[in-house]
């Protein structure tokens, strides 16, 4: 984290970005998964999957040394899915850990600034 910025500020930062598309932003470990942002419409939908994402995201997490040695492109930091609905993105940190993000389907992000500044909060 940068000098003199606050969490607050980064998740700021990634709503801004996202321009009004952000709907989830969450950290996780192997324990659990905490919602650091939701949206108020999506609110309910978190309440009933973060559980199933939370497991799924620590699986995921398990095959990242798998993929470093497939692609051979160095370090993976994030992977992408696409829905009808929704993208969703799961930035990697340490074993177990990581970050995730969801936004609207049809925004148009700057996918490359919006990753950064999710990382920020790693």
């Not at 829905?83 to 177990?96: G, K, P």
């Not at 925004?107 to 790693?122: G, V």
């Amino acid at each position: 984290m940068h000098i003199g910025i606050t969490p607050q500020d980064e998740i700021d930062a990634i709503r801004q970005e996202a321009n009004g598309a952000l709907r989830v932003l969450a950290t996780y470990d192997r324990e659990g998964y905490d919602p650091i942002y939701v949206r108020g419409d999506v609110e309910p939908k978190v309440e009933t999957v973060a559980e199933e994402i939370h497991d799924e995201l620590v699986i995921q997490g398990m095959g990242r040394e798998y993929l470093e040695q497939l692609f051979e492109a160095g370090e993976l930091h994030c992977s992408m899915h696409r829905f009808d609905e929704i993208t969703t993105f799961h930035f990697l940190d340490e074993r177990f850990t990581g970050l995730f993000a969801s936004i609207d389907s049809g925004a148009d992000i700057r996918l490359a600034t919006f990753a950064d500044r999710c990382r920020e909060l790693l």
